[in-house]
């Protein structure tokens, strides 16, 4: 087996693409179309953990923070909206295409995201082909930065935690990262990490 870096994770938003449906995804929304940001933000925070852990669909979620009041736009145009929000970062997302075609890691995106935006960013983003393993807060049922989902990832994977490296823009994913054992590079931006991982000795 080759000696160091075997896998490599990558957050998503903030990392290869927007933060889409983040802060400012969503005040911009209730700007665009016209509605009450601090009453809807507050149904947001009461069911994102569901919603990004799995247990709630879209509709659902439009239904309980959008929709709990008739709407002069529609579902569609307002879900539109939200794709919209999703744009691919081209530096990244060439840095982890050419990392993963060396062939030497196991790539894998390790993200916070419900089922029905992270399907849409895989596909916008043009990521099926670049990475091994999605492991989504959306399908593992917990998202960062509870430290379970950095062990499931490491489990899944069959990963040693000391030749693992984790991307992400924020540092309270990071810190947990950290703890399980993980190399772990804050995001700034595609040159600056390519030049950590020219440190870690990751090939591209």
Known sequence: MRDGITHVFFDVGGVLGTAGWGTPGRAGAAKHFGYDLEQAER???SVVGPWETGAMTLDEYLDHTVFA?????????????MKALSVPNAESIALARAVSATGCYRMCTL??????LNVYRIQCFGLADIFDAFLSSCWLGVGKPARRIYTLAL????????????????????EPARDAGMQAIRFTSAADLASAFRTLGISF
């Open 155 to 174: 489990a899944l994977t069959q990963a040693q935690p000391d030749r693992s490296v984790f991307v992400d823009d924020r540092e309270q994913n990071l």
């Open 43 to 45: 149904r947001h925070q």
């Open 111 to 116: 993200n916070n995201e419900s089922e029905a």
């Open 69 to 81: 009041e008739r709407r002069p736009f529609t579902r569609a145009q307002f879900t539109a909206y």
